[in-house]
C-alpha cells in the first residue's frame, strides 16, 4: 500500500514539475515577443536595400565583431541615421543638457561583466542629455549597443562641479567626459527616468502627457534605445537589447526538461498498467 501511495505521489510531482516547466517557457516566450513587438514597432521598418528584419548591412561594424573601441560612431550615427555625410555636427541642432541627481550608483567596466573602472555614487550631480541628444558622440546616456544584452558603450557622465559651466552641445560634454567604457542599461534608464521626474514637464515630453504617465519607464527606455532603433531600422545591426530572441537556449532547455518529465510521467503510467 505504502509502495502504491508513493508511486502516485510521484506521478503527481512529476507531472506538475512539467506543467510548470512548459509554462514557464510558454510565459517566457511571451514576455520576449511582447518586448521585442513593442521595441520593433516603435521603429521605422527596415529600409531600403535590407528589408528583412535581422538581415545586416554587410559593411556593419557591428556584424563584422569589432571592438567597440575601434568604431567611428560619428559614421555609424550618420550611417544608421541616413545623414549626408558631409552634414556638420552643429547643423544637427543642440542638446538639451540638465544636471540630474543620480538615482543609483553608476558602474562602469573595462568589459561586460569585466574589472570597474569607475563609479558615481548615488545621489551624486550628473550631466544628462534629455532631450536633442547627438547620438555621433557616446558618452553619459549617449549610449551604443554592444554585443551583450544589458551591456552599453560610452563615456561616463560628467558630475556637475561649481567651476564648471554646463557643456552647450553633446560633443561639448563628450569632450570633457573622458574615455568610453561600458555601463549596465539598467543603471541608464534609471538616470533618464529620474531626469524626467526631476525636471519640469520632462515626463510630458517624453510620454506626451500626464495620462501617459504610467508608461514613463518604458517611454525612456526605447529613447535611450534610439540608435539601436535606428539600427534597426537601416538593416545596419540588430541589437540584443532591441530584439529578445524568444527559442533562446533558456527557453530550450525549460520545453526540453518539461519534455523529459513528460515522458517520465507517461513510462511510469504505462508501467503501472503493464504491473495490474
Given at each position: 500500500?505504502?509502495?502504491f501511495?508513493?508511486?502516485?505521489?510521484?506521478?503527481?510531482l512529476?507531472?506538475v514539475?512539467?506543467?510548470?516547466?512548459?509554462?514557464a517557457a510558454c510565459f517566457?516566450?511571451?514576455l520576449?515577443?511582447?518586448y521585442?513587438?513593442?521595441n520593433?514597432?516603435?521603429?521605422v521598418?527596415?529600409?531600403g536595400?535590407?528589408?528583412?528584419?535581422?538581415?545586416v548591412?554587410?559593411r556593419?561594424s557591428?556584424?563584422r565583431?569589432?571592438?567597440?573601441?575601434?568604431m567611428?560612431?560619428r559614421?555609424i550615427?550618420?550611417?544608421?541615421a541616413?545623414?549626408?555625410a558631409?552634414?556638420g555636427?552643429?547643423?544637427?541642432?543642440?542638446s538639451?543638457?540638465y544636471?540630474v541627481?543620480?538615482?543609483?550608483?553608476?558602474?562602469?567596466?573595462d568589459a561586460?561583466?569585466?574589472?570597474?573602472?569607475?563609479?558615481i555614487e548615488?545621489?551624486?550631480?550628473i550631466y544628462?542629455?534629455?532631450?536633442?541628444?547627438d547620438?555621433?558622440?557616446p558618452c553619459?546616456?549617449?549610449?551604443?549597443?554592444?554585443?551583450h544584452a544589458?551591456w552599453?558603450y560610452?563615456?561616463?557622465?560628467?558630475e556637475v562641479r561649481?567651476?564648471?559651466?554646463?557643456?552647450?552641445s553633446?560633443?561639448e560634454?563628450?569632450?570633457?567626459?573622458?574615455?568610453?567604457?561600458?555601463?549596465?542599461?539598467?543603471?541608464?534608464?534609471?538616470v533618464v527616468?529620474?531626469?524626467?521626474?526631476?525636471i519640469?514637464?520632462?515626463?510630458?515630453?517624453?510620454?506626451g502627457?500626464?495620462?501617459?504617465?504610467?508608461?514613463?519607464h518604458?517611454?525612456?527606455?526605447?529613447?535611450?534605445l534610439?540608435i539601436?532603433?535606428?539600427?534597426y531600422?537601416?538593416?545596419?545591426?540588430?541589437s540584443?537589447?532591441?530584439?529578445?530572441?524568444p527559442?533562446?537556449?533558456?527557453t530550450?532547455?525549460?520545453?526540453?526538461?518539461?519534455g523529459?518529465?513528460l515522458?517520465?510521467?507517461?513510462?511510469?503510467?504505462?508501467?503501472?498498467?503493464?504491473g495490474r
Amino acid at each position: 500500500m505504502r509502495g502504491f501511495r508513493f508511486k502516485k505521489i510521484a506521478k503527481t510531482l512529476i507531472a506538475v514539475s512539467a506543467a510548470a516547466l512548459l509554462i514557464a517557457a510558454c510565459f517566457r516566450i511571451h514576455l520576449r515577443t511582447e518586448y521585442n513587438r513593442e521595441n520593433l514597432t516603435a521603429s521605422v521598418p527596415p529600409q531600403g536595400e535590407y528589408l528583412e528584419a535581422g538581415r545586416v548591412d554587410p559593411r556593419s561594424s557591428y556584424i563584422r565583431h569589432r571592438p567597440l573601441e575601434e568604431m567611428d560612431f560619428r559614421t555609424i550615427y550618420y550611417t544608421a541615421a541616413s545623414i549626408p555625410a558631409d552634414t556638420g555636427l552643429d547643423d544637427l541642432g543642440w542638446s538639451w543638457i540638465y544636471p540630474v541627481q543620480s538615482p543609483c550608483t553608476i558602474r562602469y567596466f573595462d568589459a561586460p561583466n569585466g574589472n570597474l573602472v569607475k563609479q558615481i555614487e548615488k545621489d551624486t550631480e550628473i550631466y544628462v542629455q534629455m532631450t536633442g541628444c547627438d547620438w555621433s558622440a557616446p558618452c553619459a546616456n549617449v549610449t551604443y549597443p554592444t554585443y551583450h544584452a544589458g551591456w552599453r558603450y560610452a563615456a561616463p557622465f560628467l558630475e556637475v562641479r561649481a567651476e564648471t559651466e554646463t557643456p552647450k552641445s553633446g560633443a561639448e560634454l563628450a569632450a570633457l567626459s573622458g574615455d568610453r567604457y561600458y555601463v549596465r542599461l539598467a543603471d541608464v534608464t534609471a538616470v533618464v527616468e529620474a531626469g524626467c521626474r526631476q525636471i519640469p514637464n520632462m515626463a510630458a515630453l517624453y510620454t506626451g502627457g500626464p495620462e501617459e504617465y504610467p508608461y514613463l519607464h518604458s517611454r525612456v527606455r526605447l529613447r535611450v534605445l534610439l540608435i539601436d532603433r535606428l539600427m534597426y531600422s537601416s538593416g545596419y545591426y540588430v541589437s540584443p537589447d532591441i530584439y529578445h530572441e524568444p527559442w533562446d537556449g533558456w527557453t530550450v532547455g525549460l520545453l526540453a526538461a518539461g519534455g523529459v518529465l513528460l515522458a517520465a510521467d507517461g513510462a511510469l503510467v504505462l508501467r503501472g498498467r503493464k504491473g495490474r
